[in-house]
Structure formats: structure tokens, C-alpha cells
């Protein structure tokens, strides 16, 4: 095995489940009103773009398919939205980008997850597809990506390429 792979192993290890425990246990205290932050969702971001896309979406899956065992949804309801932003997000893996247009990126990328998952919910529960947008996409994915650019900054130095 390579040893970026098991470094790929390590990291999902020792950031993927606690981000799931931290889903299911703090994130509800950090709630305002019915917005809360997808900590799972920023480490499969992180990864895809430190590690590529196939690694992405593999993180994505795993860790979305124990949210859901976790958590009690139907399995896959988050499983399929976060590998696929996992997959998106690590085709900008070995390009210089940073910054603010990285972070824009990642807004679009926490958005189509958001877009994607209440879609789903909204087939499940018959729900109305805009007002899930509107109310809880749209909210989730701006405070989602402001705890995104909080733990890019605490896990920075283990996420780097050098």
C-alpha cells in the first residue's frame, strides 16, 4: 500500500468519525433556529481536495453511509450528495487554486449537497422542493462553510501536500 494511502486511511480515521460523533453530538448545540453546520461535510471537502476525487468520493461515501446508520436517515440519503461533492471538489486537486475562489468554489460544492439532499428528503417526506432550498439549503450551506473555513484553519498543517 502507498503511503499516501495510508495516509489517506489515517486521516479519514482520525478526523472522519470524530466529525460523525461531533454530527450527532455538538452540532445540535451549535443549531440556530433549524441551521445547523455538516461537520462530516468539511472533512470530505478537506480531503477531496488534499487527496483527488476518487479518494473524495470514497470519503464522501463512508462517512456518509455511517452518518446515516448513525443518525437514523435511510442509508444513502447522505451517502450519495457527499460522495459526489467529495468527487467534484477533488478534481481541483493538484491545481493552484487558493483563496477566495477556492472558497467560492467550496459555497457552490456545499450547495449542490444541500440542493441535492433535501431533494431526496423532499421525494421521502413530500415536501416542497423550493421552500427546502430556500430554508434550509441556502442557510445550511452559508453557516456550513463559515465552520468550514474554522476547521480548514485548525487542520491546515495536516492537510498540506508538503
Known amino acids: 500500500m502507498k503511503q499516501e494511502t495510508k495516509y489517506f486511511l489515517v486521516l479519514l480515521l482520525f478526523f472522519g468519525l470524530p466529525a460523525i460523533l461531533a454530527q450527532a453530538l455538538i ?3 451549535l443549531r440556530i433556529h433549524i ?10 471537502l478537506l480531503l477531496s481536495k488534499r487527496f483527488g476525487g476518487i479518494r473524495g468520493s470514497t470519503a464522501g461515501f463512508v462517512l456518509g453511509l455511517l452518518q446515516d446508520a448513525l443518525t437514523g436517515m435511510p442509508i444513502g440519503m447522505s451517502a450519495f450528495p457527499k460522495s ?6 477533488g478534481k481541483f486537486h493538484g ?3 487558493k483563496g477566495l475562489f477556492m472558497d467560492l468554489w ?4 456545499i450547495l449542490i449537497h444541500g440542493i441535492i439532499f433535501y431533494s431526496l428528503l423532499g421525494i421521502k417526506a413530500e415536501l416542497n422542493l423550493s421552500d427546502m432550498i430556500i430554508t434550509r439549503a441556502l442557510p445550511n ?22
Open 141 to 162: 450551506a452559508i453557516y456550513t462553510m463559515v465552520s468550514l473555513l474554522i476547521m480548514n484553519l485548525f487542520l491546515k498543517k495536516y492537510l498540506s501536500e508538503e
Open 35 to 44: 441551521w445547523q453546520p455538516d461537520a462530516v461535510l468539511c472533512i470530505v
Open 27 to 29: 452540532v445540535p448545540l
Open 106 to 109: 467550496f459555497v457552490l460544492f
Open 84 to 89: 459526489l461533492v467529495g468527487y467534484l471538489t
Open 95 to 97: 491545481q493552484h487554486i
